[in-house]
């Protein structure tokens, strides 16, 4: 079956339905392909039972990250603030300490802790949030990994974990995954143009990107937008080939195929490469387009009759500098009344590689017994248990985002945005400000639709 629409979209997360929103209100007729059979990419919610939702993929939202809130507010979509009263714990080697004012108690690493962040918000200022290959020093810091320059400081292994566990949650990896110009031009980005980006607002909760989750899930977001396009979404429709002439385009899914002025993809840009292209990508577009891939990263969540840590004073937050867990870093993922009580861990990079391979009932074990370490043995006694690798998912291949090693930026990296011909990018990794994040989806979604309707000229 053949088709015709003014503009198809690619993807229908939140970059997707952003985009599809905005041409829609601009007049333009467009259509949604989705390969999954629903909306939201890598956002997802879970079903608790009696009308409570927990969050398997992106969640947290925080200062700065406006586009998101925004469009959650048009949408009648309410946050609720991160639970984040009580103590903390910090597990080492086994042993674990409660401590507040989010400032872990480490006398050992605490010194190199803040050396890293200071030096590392100083340069991050220092890189063009638009263009970081025209950093006074690019070529120099794109030759090596956030942690050979990170030890250029004289950081030690104290301090270059307490990084590690940030970007087990951050990238999926770690300070040897990324080179340096890519970890700084991220931290940049942990802002907005009013505001420049830090560590603490990548890695805090009050102020910081987990201040907030939303009423309902994240992918309540999604859903409501969907609800909007109506029949305008095709899900289940995998894009498998893209040709594409002087006036059009042509998209082809496994049963039909859609004719349009214009297309955006919103796929990852990896997965993007996959499509057959007619004519093919430019070499260096294609060339980034395959370094660009995902970090490892996996949620595990339990759930409790009741947050009954909360009565003992723990904020359900801990971070684990302890390889014998699987866990990096963990939160009180509770519904916004409390009840049930969830515990939500991060498994990522080197942890997710270790663990990965082991059997789902070790793994599940494994971290039910970090669990344990922060709030006691009823952690070992769960009554659901939720596991959600992202690697897993054929759609994704991976998360939270694309993590970009030595010498890809400064040689690459301008042809990230570039259209090629009439087909227009965007997603969250299309995303200078929160690159990786929702709020990252919808700017790219929003921006990306402007430029399309630039490119159209006055729509009908």
């Not at 769960?382 to 930026?409: A, H, M, Y």
Request: one cysteine or more; a negative charge.
């Amino acid at each position: 079956m053949q088709y015709r629409t003014d503009v198809v979209v690619v993807g229908a997360g939140l970059a997707g339905l952003t985009a599809a929103r905005d041409l829609r209100a601009a007049g333009q007729d467009v259509h949604v392909l989705e390969a999954r059979d629903r909306v939201g990419g890598r956002t997802v919610n879970h079903e608790l039972g009696d009308g409570h939702v927990v969050e398997a993929g992106g969640q947290f939202v925080g200062p700065t990250q406006d586009h998101i809130l925004d469009l959650a507010t048009e949408l009648g979509v309410d946050t609720f603030p991160s639970y984040n009263k009580g103590d903390s714990t910090y597990v080492k080697n086994g042993t674990s300490r409660r401590f507040g004012d989010g400032v872990p108690p480490d006398p050992t690493a605490l010194a190199d802790v803040a050396l890293l962040m200071a030096r590392m918000d100083r340069a991050s200022r220092t890189i063009p949030i638009d263009a970081p290959w025209r950093a006074p020093n690019a070529h120099a810091l794109d030759s090596q990994t956030l942690t050979t320059w990170a030890r250029r400081a004289a950081i030690t292994d104290g301090g270059l974990d307490l990084l590690n566990i940030l970007l087990g949650s951050a990238f999926g990896g770690s300070a040897s995954d990324s080179s340096a110009l890519y970890g700084l031009w991220y931290v940049a980005g942990a802002g907005n143009e009013h505001a420049p980006g830090t560590v603490a607002r990548m890695m805090d909760v009050v102020g910081g990107a987990q201040e907030a989750r939303f009423v309902g899930g994240s992918q309540r977001i999604s859903l409501v937008l969907a609800e909007e396009l109506g029949d305008a979404i095709t899900l289940g429709a995998p894009v498998r080939r893209i040709d594409q002439t002087a006036t059009e385009v042509v998209v082809h899914t496994d049963e039909h195929s859609w004719t349009a002025r214009r297309v955006i993809v919103t796929a990852p840009p990896v997965l993007a490469t996959r499509i057959a292209w007619n004519p093919v990508l430019p070499a260096p577009q294609e060339a980034l387009f395959q370094r660009m891939n995902f970090g490892t990263l996996a949620k595990f969540e339990a759930v409790y009759p009741e947050p009954f840590w909360r009565a003992d004073g723990l904020s359900g937050q801990a971070v684990f500098r302890d390889p014998s867990f699987p866990v990096c870093s963990m939160f009180d993922n509770s519904p916004p009344d409390g009840g049930p009580g969830v515990l939500m861990g991060f498994v990522g990079g080197r942890q997710w590689r270790d663990w990965a391979p082991k059997p789902a009932r070790e793994r599940r074990g494994a971290v039910l017994r970090a669990f344990s370490t922060v709030v006691g043995p009823r952690a070992l006694q769960p009554t659901n248990c939720i596991e959600k690798d992202w690697t897993g998912e054929e759609w994704t291949r991976g998360g939270p985002t694309s993590v970009l090693t030595p010498g890809v930026l400064t040689e690459l990296g301008r042809w990230r945005d570039v259209p090629f011909g009439r087909v227009h990018w965007a997603g969250a990794e299309h995303s200078h400000y929160w690159n990786g994040f929702m709020d990252g989806a919808v700017h790219s979604g929003a921006h990306t639709a402007a430029e399309v309707i630039a490119a159209e000229g006055d729509l009908p």
